[in-house]
């Protein structure tokens, strides 16, 4: 079974044709150059399968495209008027400097790193976003932004311009490190942490980061907790190095509830510069994650649990709910058991259910019922408000595994320098050379 | 699990008509989805008769039926 | 719709009849084992049959068939009709109409053109709403929104309903129903081909039960009288249970899709258990869960015949030996 797609070459990156092929419950993107001759990279393997992995949405443009078609995908970015998915959050790297020099980064971060934009500058960028898109979820990446000692007031900055939720990408070495760090994001309105944490044991992180940091990351959850700023870990899955811990992350996760409220895994990709393909052994996909999840929980989630998502395209996540119950256990939130299909009682929408419970939780915020009051319909209500884990897995798409289909459905979009919104991918991408297409050659100033 | 959350009104004066005792409060189980919940409902203390009133049905009740089938 | 066919038979001589959901409601609902089933039985009957031409009125069958029965010829009523002329009987109203393509006709020209083609031969006056053809507008029921989201589908209902100051004529007996139930005068294009009533326009919409009902009844009646079939139809136990209800019972059995044949198999249980609930003020309550719904009842009772003052359900099953 073969599905006819376009991809780019990995060597020259001009724009050739692909197909994915399927062999016995794998599927590899296999293209051909004239020039360079044929690659195949593994993308999917195991069940769910690769074609059932669908949900047909219907495209939605860009609010404002900024770019016309002229070359043709990937090389008008901009977005261009024949991207098929708005802006659902816009990454916007306020520094290039960081205090890690990880192998696994595919963010620029090194010594002669250009200079931080300015707050005008960043303003700008904002704008640009809401002409863009609106005003989309905020995600404030680098490098490592927390390098900005203005970072705060960058927060502050996107919250008072309007943007509903704004969150930060980091390491979390400075928010562990500094008293103070995260109560004044906390006052400066960030809603959320996009936290780098590989895993449980500090091997993982010497492997990825080259230094031991698990005492790091558990002082920044903690000072996080102590703000109140929600955190979603982040753990790059790398085969043979944390593979084996997707588990004890969750249960991890589970444990700090509710200051943890996600894990995000992100299946390593490969940018920069490579003198030879990646082999599929050093490859990990969605599947296996979701299978992996439900071998290491002792089967308290499920591989069915997962479901694709609703905005980005399909083959580029998966993603299930849950409560974190009083003892720990995970309870799915989620309804392909039974009949939901029937009609359903008609006093209230879920949406409208959903609010219910947040109001009903507010209300009775400070005087919480005591253990042993309400009951367990109460209970579980106030804890799905409460103690909700969201766990998801995106794979990012390099130069041997891009799919230009799912690329013109990316609602995950870099804010360039001068303004272009770039889906992240292409944003990105380098040829096997470590040739950009983007970063670096649209670094401003901001275009109008 | 404790004190029943529905109003006096809806649940007084019922009486089991098969064996004609008052109803009481007990633990009840409510299963949905795989979860199970215990619950202190009315019932007839001998042939476990439960009586879900409306409003537990149109509230709580739904609340969770909706949040285990959440999309 | 028995007008309707006698109508055919008399001008076209040999047509049968096939009483069957084309699965629209199944495929707007995603299930599609079960418009795969449905196919196949379609697909088999109509082989049986001897491959006869389609006939269908209402757009969504025509568009749902012609997916399902590959080879067929679906050919819309209102096409068929416009060659025929309108039928001895046909009315028509002295006030203007406005007329109302539902969305399965949307991107179906022909049976736009034939029904309006209709209406300029029967001499209906009309007009064209801003939204119309291949842009008409949902009535609220395309998709099972009213079913998914009853207050977005009662709000686009609405919105649509009161998007013209004349009474609407339509070709879809949901988006017809659903305009009155949303209080607006509205006729399908039946009412004036086969008249009945004067005030067809203002006709309530029969809700869910009575729907269900109709057709059984349909069904009964022109196997009894059409066709000389007997006994075909032996009613369910819980249908012979007497039943009345309140205006406030009814009117929350429509809102929460609770149907009579629900409330009946729960009053049966009542009458060969004996288990239900007395309350000190003459209240009677039950409880049944014939699948997976568990259905609540409270009724009075008048010797053998009940009357409902109000009905609830949930899908959380009690645990134990509840009925």
Redesign the interface.
């Known amino acids: 079974m073969n599905r006819a797609t376009e991809s780019v070459c990995p060597v020259c990156l001009s724009r050739i044709p692909a197909r994915h092929e399927t062999v016995g419950g794998d599927t590899f993107l296999v293209k051909v150059c004239p020039d360079h001759g044929a690659f195949r990279a593994v993308v999917w393997r195991g069940d769910p399968g690769f074609r059932e992995w669908s949900r047909p949405k219907i495209p939605s443009r860009p609010g404002t495209p900024f770019t016309k078609v002229e070359q043709g995908c990937p090389f008008d970015c901009g977005l261009c008027e024949a991207h098929r998915q708005h802006s659902c959050t816009a990454v916007m790297e306020v520094t290039w400097r960081c205090d890690l020099g990880c192998p696994v980064c595919f963010a620029s971060s090194g010594v002669d790193a250009p200079p931080d934009p300015s707050p005008e500058e960043f303003g700008m960028l904002l704008d640009r976003v809401v002409e863009a898109s609106g005003y989309c979820n905020i995600q404030l990446s680098g490098g490592e932004p927390t390098m900005r000692d203005d970072l705060p007031g960058l927060v502050r900055q996107a919250k008072s311009r309007g943007f509903g939720f704004v969150q930060l990408n980091t390491n979390g070495i400075r928010i562990g490190r500094e008293g103070g760090y995260a109560s004044a994001l906390a006052d400066a309105g960030l809603d959320s942490v996009f936290l780098q944490f590989d895993g449980t044991r500090d091997g993982i992180y010497k492997a990825l980061r080259g230094r031991p940091l698990l005492e790091r990351k558990l002082a920044a959850i903690r000072a996080l907790a102590e703000a109140g700023i929600g955190i979603v870990l982040v753990p790059t899955v790398v085969p043979g190095i944390n593979d084996d811990d997707l588990g004890a992350i969750i249960r991890f996760a589970a444990e700090n509830s509710p200051a943890v409220r996600g894990v995000h895994f992100q299946p390593v990709s490969y940018f920069g510069r490579y003198p030879e393909p990646p082999a599929d052994a050093q490859r990990i996909t969605l599947p296996e994650i979701m299978n992996l999840l439900e071998e290491q929980s002792g089967g308290v989630m499920r591989a069915s649990h997962f479901q694709p998502p609703g905005c980005e395209h399909s083959h580029c996540s998966c993603h299930a709910n849950y409560v974190v119950i009083e003892d720990g256990g995970l309870t799915r939130l989620a309804g392909n058991g039974g009949c939901g299909c029937k009609p359903r009682p008609a006093s209230e929408g879920a949406d409208r259910a959903k609010a219910f419970v947040k109001r009903q939780w507010a209300a009775s915020g400070p005087d919480l019922p005591m253990a042993g009051s309400g009951d367990d319909l109460d209970r579980f209500i106030n804890r799905a408000s409460s103690h909700m884990l969201a766990v998801s897995a995106m794979a990012f798409q390099d130069c041997w595994t891009l799919d230009l289909e799912r690329l013109k459905g990316c609602c995950i979009h870099s804010v360039a320098p001068d303004g272009r919104l770039i889906p992240f991918c292409a944003y990105n991408l380098t040829s096997q050379r470590g040739e950009t297409v983007y970063r670096g050659k649209c670094d401003g100033p901001v275009r109008a | 699990m404790s004190v029943i959350k529905v109003p006096e009104a809806d649940v007084s004066g019922w009486k089991c008509a098969a064996c004609g005792e008052e109803l009481v409060s007990m633990p009840v189980e409510l299963e949905y989805l795989e979860s199970l919940f215990t619950v202190e409902l009315p019932a007839c203390p001998a042939c476990r008769f439960v009586l879900i009133p409306e409003e537990l049905a149109l509230g709580k009740m739904h609340q969770v039926e909706q949040l285990l089938e959440d999309k | 719709m028995e007008a309707a066919y006698a109508d055919l038979r008399a001008r076209l001589g040999d047509v049968g009849l096939m009483l069957q959901c084309c699965g629209a409601p199944a495929h707007w609902?995603?299930?599609r084992e079960k418009i795969g089933e449905l196919a196949g039985t379609l697909n088999q009957r109509w082989r049986e049959l001897g491959e006869p031409r389609i006939i269908a009125a209402c757009p969504s069958c025509v568009s749902m068939l012609r997916q399902e029965l590959a080879g067929a010829e679906i050919v819309s009523h209102w096409t068929v009709l416009r060659e025929l002329g309108p039928p001895e009987g046909a009315v028509t109203p002295q006030e203007v109409l406005a007329v109302n393509d539902p969305c399965a006709a949307r991107d179906d020209r022909m049976v736009q053109e034939d029904f309006r083609a209709m209406l300029k031969m029967m001499g209906v006056s009309f007009v064209e709403p801003e939204l119309s053809g291949d842009l008409t507008q949902c009535c609220g029921y395309g998709g099972?929104l009213n079913?998914?989201?009853?207050?977005?589908g009662k709000r686009v209902s609405e919105l649509r309903a009161g998007a013209v100051n004349e009474d609407w004529v339509t070709y879809c007996v949901m988006c017809r129903d659903l305009f009155a139930k949303s209080g607006k005068r509205a006729l399908h294009l039946y009412d004036l081909l086969y008249p009945r009533s004067d005030e067809a326009a203002s006709r309530p919409a029969p809700g869910y039960s009575a729907r269900r009902e109709n057709r059984v009844r349909l069904r009964e009646g022109l196997l009894r009288e059409l066709w000389r079939e007997s006994g075909e139809h032996v009613a369910e136990p819980h249908e012979t249970v007497a039943v009345t209800f309140s205006d406030k019972a009814l009117e929350a059995m429509e809102?929460?899709?609770i149907l009579k044949s629900d409330v009946q198999k729960v009053l049966m249980q009542v009458r060969e258990?004996?288990?239900?609930?007395?309350?000190?003020?003459g209240r009677?309550?039950a409880?049944f869960r014939p699948a997976?719904?568990?259905y609540?009842v409270e009724f009075e009772q008048d010797g053998e015949a009940f009357v409902v003052q109000?009905a609830?359900?949930?899908?959380?099953?009690?645990?134990?030996?509840?009925?």
């Open positions: 609902a995603g299930r099972l079913e998914a989201n009853p207050e977005l809102t929460r899709r258990t004996g288990r239900y609930l007395v309350n000190d003020d009677r309550l409880s997976v719904v568990t609540w109000n609830w359900s949930h899908r959380m099953c009690i645990k134990g030996g509840q009925p």
